[in-house]
């Protein structure tokens, strides 16, 4: 049974000469799973799902379920602001062995905290598997309050939330210590925080590189080693800042391919990093790598 806790990795979408890369994104899967990732997010921002057709995001699920296996857990992100057509592309998913769905709230409209619970309870009743809700009010305009989170957590079918509130301490305490549901930290230097404050685990872009590193952070925390995960923490706070200074997910891309797991390309309106930033990113890999 899948425990929704632990690293999981919003997966980079490969391109090569402006199409999916789907031998890449399948080398990349197996390569991320081989680490120890806990998960898998297809199809979600760091996977560039905004430029994706839906026959693109279906076949990409595919090449990564089949490339790591029907057990390995893989959640699907859904986004959109019109409910009806969220519905469809629930529906659409119903027949995938997938561990759930990850499903923001409408963007742009910003809706009100009614709306968004109405939103989410259709695409539940339509849905077959379990959903993580995606709080992320910088980019839909709209915050999930925790009232409205309280209300859907009462149905089982909602299983985690992925917080990515600004920092907002107060609404991340109540969601971890006021509601059941799996607490994942949705941005990448509070993690240290979230987890001591309770929190199950992270979807973490930066944690495609040395996720073993993530892990290792959240296991000291959860046995009371406080000092070794401050440690850990500490050496990655520079790489999570730079893997941020530009628009995610092209320094993470660039990381990636410096591995040799992937090309380096993006589809606009996204664009490769600068070269300034791919010499800092170059030296942080080799002290990243280091550790």
């Not at 997966?11 to 197996?30: E, K, N």
């Not at 993580?132 to 910088?138: F, G, H, K, L, V």
């Not at 149905?155 to 992925?162: D, G, L, R, S, T």
């Not at 800042?241 to 891309?253: D, G, H, S, T």
Request: glycine content about 6%; hydrophobic content about 45%; charged content about 15%.
């Amino acid at each position: 049974m899948v425990q929704f806790e632990g690293i999981w990795v919003p997966m980079v979408t490969p391109f090569l000469d402006g199409q999916v890369d789907f031998a890449s994104a399948a080398r990349l899967a197996q390569h991320l799973q081989l680490q120890g990732v806990d998960g898998l997010i297809i199809s979600a921002t760091t996977g560039e799902a905004a430029t994706l057709s839906t026959a693109e995001q279906h076949q990409l699920l595919d090449t990564v379920i089949a490339a790591v296996g029907p057990n390995y857990p893989i959640a699907f992100g859904i986004s959109g602001n019109n409910t009806a057509e969220v519905v469809k592309a629930v529906q659409a998913v119903n027949n995938k062995p997938i561990a759930a769905l990850l499903i923001s709230a409408p963007y742009y409209v910003r809706p009100s905290q009614q709306g968004i619970l109405q939103h989410f309870n259709a695409i539940a009743a339509a849905s077959q598997h379990p959903i993580m809700i995606y709080n992320i009010p910088y980019r839909t305009g709209v915050n999930i309050d925790p009232q409205t989170i309280k209300a859907l957590s009462t149905n089982p079918q909602f299983v985690a939330i992925k917080e990515s509130a600004s920092g907002n301490i107060e609404q991340i305490y109540q969601l971890i210590n006021e509601t059941p549901l799996k607490f994942l930290s949705g941005e990448d230097h509070l993690i240290f925080s979230c987890c001591c404050l309770g929190g199950h685990g992270a979807i973490s872009a930066a944690a495609h590189i040395r996720p073993d590193l993530f892990k290792k952070m959240q296991q000291h925390i959860q046995a009371g080693n406080l000092a070794a995960a401050r440690k850990i923490d500490q050496q990655l706070r520079p790489l999570i800042k730079l893997l941020f200074v530009e628009p995610n997910p092209a320094p993470v891309k660039a990381v990636l391919a410096m591995q040799g797991l992937i090309h380096e390309e993006l589809r606009l309106p996204m664009t490769a990093v600068s070269a300034a930033t791919k010499a800092q990113l170059a030296l942080l890999l080799e002290e990243i790598m280091a550790i």
